[in-house]
């Protein structure tokens, strides 16, 4: 099976910025798609940003849009967030998660019941 591990979280200021990285194992890396999802206090986990197998593929949520950038590196079997002028609203616990095989379309990745495998997650605080 697919672990996850998720590290880079932390407390930052609102205007900052911070890099969460995810490392994978336990499967061929580049026959997953990677998500990130994150979940605030009292509130239902939400979709952050994806990457397909080939990278081609990154959508992402319009309240991130502009703001994250998801990558990945195939040779190391990692996938990353960079995370820039954070808001407080981005406080979350954020969650790395992988799915097998490919979609047609880059719309099917931000559906979280298609995702199988899911790290333990990292806490991100945004101060204002």
């Known amino acids: 099976q697919v672990q996850l591990v998720e590290s880079g979280g932390g407390s930052v200021q609102a205007g900052g910025s911070l890099r969460l990285s995810c490392a994978a194992s336990?499967?061929?890396?580049?026959?997953?798609?990677l998500g990130w999802f994150r979940q605030a206090p009292g509130k239902e986990r939400e979709f952050v940003a994806a990457?397909?197998?080939?990278?081609?593929?990154?959508p992402y949520a319009d309240s991130v849009k502009g703001r994250f950038t998801i990558s990945r590196d195939n040779a190391k079997n990692m996938v990353y967030l960079q995370m820039n002028s954070l808001k407080p609203e981005d406080t979350a616990v954020y969650f790395c998660?992988?799915?097998?095989?490919?979609?047609?379309?880059?719309?099917?990745?931000?559906?979280?019941?298609?995702?199988?495998?899911w790290g333990q997650g990292t806490r991100v605080t945004v101060s204002s």
């Open positions: 336990g499967g061929t890396f580049g026959n997953l798609g």
């Open positions: 990457i397909t197998r080939n990278g081609a593929g990154t």
């Open positions: 998660a992988a799915l097998l095989g490919g979609y047609p379309s880059t719309g099917f990745y931000i559906t979280e019941a298609l995702y199988k495998y």
